[in-house]
């Protein structure tokens, strides 16, 4: 039963990443990136890894899905077709990308995984006390590294989005410039006033 | 473990979405395209991790705690990208990559 249930989610998620990759709407290419990363969570469950689902679903289907629909939405007309890149770069990459298939399909097949046939159950419980060991082979560093990194790129990104609107050097320019042209124009006009 | 399905299906599998990703990260000529791009090669390598310890080395934890990691810094990498297309859009007014080509200094 389990096998059925990975082969369509296997096929759903390749047909969702060809159409993700291919779509020429934006918002149909994000929708489909939603299909995959859904697909992934199941993934997640049926190898008993309740947890990472769970983040899986939360993190990625609940916030990166969120906010690249709302940059789409943002800076993106919707009627809008994506350009296509040239049709000799498009089938040269496929052709690249095959051969690396290949190579990676002939390596995983020629090795010899010994797989374990004993089914332990992961726990949250333990991957926190695991994030939160000090011990040999604990996880307490880089923990404390990953919140310092999300600390930094949460205000990095306040900042950059945020971008410089204030820009005191430049209005004082032009009304020099605009004042100068009236004097002169002044001036030929008086000139040529006394001429006549 | 998954019953009936073997780890080499499982990484085949992840090989054919990390090319599909590569594929779309070069053809694409758009930014947030590109970053989905990115989303789908990065989330291949992820369930690599978690599946490789699930098969080989099930009572340990090290690919279950990296997979966390990599969706962490995952999600740091696209809050901040979107932040640079939003800025880029405030400045050139599109987020196609052939227009974007001068930076700031």
Known sequence: ?196 | MIPGISITEILTLTSILFFIGIYGFITRTNLISMLISVEIILNSTVINFVIINKYLYPELLQGVVYGIFIIAVAAAETALAVAIIINLYKQISSVEVKETETLKY
Request: glycine residues 6%; aromatic residues 8%; proline residues 3%.
């Open chain 1, 1 to 196: 039963m389990e096998k059925y249930i990975f082969y369509v989610l296997a096929l759903i998620m390749i047909i969702s990443a060809i159409a993700s990759v291919s779509s020429r709407k934006m918002l149909r290419s994000v929708v489909y990136l939603l299909f995959v990363l859904i697909g992934i969570a199941g993934i997640y469950f049926m190898a008993d890894y309740n947890f990472l689902a769970a983040i899986q679903l939360t993190v990625y289907a609940g916030g990166i899905i969120v906010l690249i629909i709302f940059s789409v939405l943002l800076v993106h007309h919707i009627d809008m077709e994506l350009e296509v890149a040239k049709k000799s770069k498009r089938i040269i990459t496929a052709l690249a990308s095959l051969i690396g298939l290949g190579v990676f399909l002939t390596t995983i097949y020629s090795h010899p995984f010994v797989e374990t046939t004993t089914a332990v159950t992961t726990t949250t419980a333990d991957i926190g006390f695991a994030l939160l060991s000090t011990e040999a082979g604990g996880f307490i560093l880089p923990f404390e590294v990953i919140s310092i990194l999300l600390l930094a790129v949460m205000i990095g990104a306040i900042v950059i989005a945020k971008g410089e609107d204030d820009t005191e050097e430049e209005p004082k320019e032009p009304p020099i410039v605009k004042q100068e042209e009236p004097v002169e124009k002044k001036k030929e006009l008086l000139e040529n006033e006394v001429t006549v």
